[in-house]
């Protein structure tokens, strides 16, 4: 059966299309049987993988076209609409105006009535790149957990794999800046500095001999994950990737270690006292990361933060 393909096809590397195809040939399969939501499933799997990878071919039209049939049969003609341009592009590029592209124009056709609006018209006031109509299909995802899943996915086996001898070295998380690290993202907070990504500490020893090379690392992961790609503004640049654990900290407290006296506590800076302490720590087998951050989460000495009040 097409599960027991998929099974076989996850098991080996390097092999996202076959498993993309698989995933859209069970979404079509189940659309013929009626299983709209479990279609939609599938092949929302299958887009995830299309939509990171540079290489299309005629299955990604088909994915396209089998997901506007779905969603048309669901009722959600908007995104439906969406999909079936999309198919029609990847269709045209890839093997032409043929016969299933007259069919798929045609389904959308049946579209356009339902929604009783001119194709000109619909196309003039929709965005109908394929980030869009695949977001408009997710339900939100925490930031947070978006990243943590982004890193045990990818993260950890391109450290395994290019860093074997560091990996008990490299603190890994999500600390800082961005409204995903105090938990407080929505739906409404993903238009910009958004998206999967994590942050590799690393002490100044380490960072001197592999920085670079894992930040180029860090680069080639994919940039799409579960439908959303990092949108990374001038200001938000240096939040993700890898960084040396004194500088991370001199960038927020303006010094690479916890204070010690308490005229060094009552000069910092509460606000950049809690980003440097929020979101969460995935890895730290080292401990050197979270040894200062342990320092500053265990607050102000009792004299400070009575001054502080």
Not at 107 to 114: D, M, S
Not at 218 to 231: A, D, F, T
Request: net charge negative; aromatic share 14%.
């Amino acid at each position: 059966s097409l599960k027991k393909a998929l099974d076989i096809v996850t098991l080996y590397k390097n092999n996202d299309i076959k498993i993309a195809v698989t995933y859209g040939n069970l979404g079509e399969s189940l659309l013929k049987l009626g299983k709209y939501d479990e279609a939609i499933n599938y092949l929302n799997h299958a887009m995830d993988i299309y939509i990171r990878d540079e290489v299309k071919d005629f299955h990604y039209g088909a994915t396209l076209s089998a997901m506007g049939e779905a969603t048309y049969r669901t009722g959600d003609y908007r995104l439906a609409a969406i999909c079936y341009e999309n198919a029609l592009k990847e269709l045209e590029i890839n093997v032409g105006k043929t016969s299933f592209y007259d069919i798929t124009m045609e389904n959308l056709n049946k579209v356009y009535e339902k929604l009783n609006i001119g194709r000109e018209e619909f196309l003039a006031n929709e965005d109908v790149i394929y980030e869009h109509w695949y977001r408009a299909n997710k339900v939100h995802m925490k930031g947070m957990d978006l990243c943590r899943e982004y890193y045990e996915e990818y993260g950890i086996p391109m450290i395994k794999e290019n860093f074997p001898e560091y990996e008990n070295r490299i603190a890994v998380g999500l600390v800082g800046d961005g409204s995903e690290c105090y938990g407080f993202d929505d739906e409404y907070s993903v238009d910009h500095d958004f998206g999967p990504g994590f942050i590799m500490w690393l002490d100044k020893e380490d960072y001197r001999k592999i920085g670079n090379a894992l930040m180029e690392a860090y680069e080639k992961l994919p940039k799409y994950y579960r439908g959303y790609r990092r949108i990374t503004t001038k200001e938000g640049k240096k939040r993700v990737g890898v960084c040396q654990i004194g500088e991370f900290y001199s960038r927020y407290i303006d010094r690479e270690d916890a204070p010690n006296r308490e005229e060094e506590w009552l000069a910092l800076d509460e606000v950049r006292v809690a980003a440097a302490t929020n979101g969460q720590v995935f890895r730290d087998d080292l401990g050197k990361f979270s040894a200062i951050r342990e320092k500053l989460l265990a607050y102000y000495p009792d004299r400070v933060w009575k001054l502080k009040m």
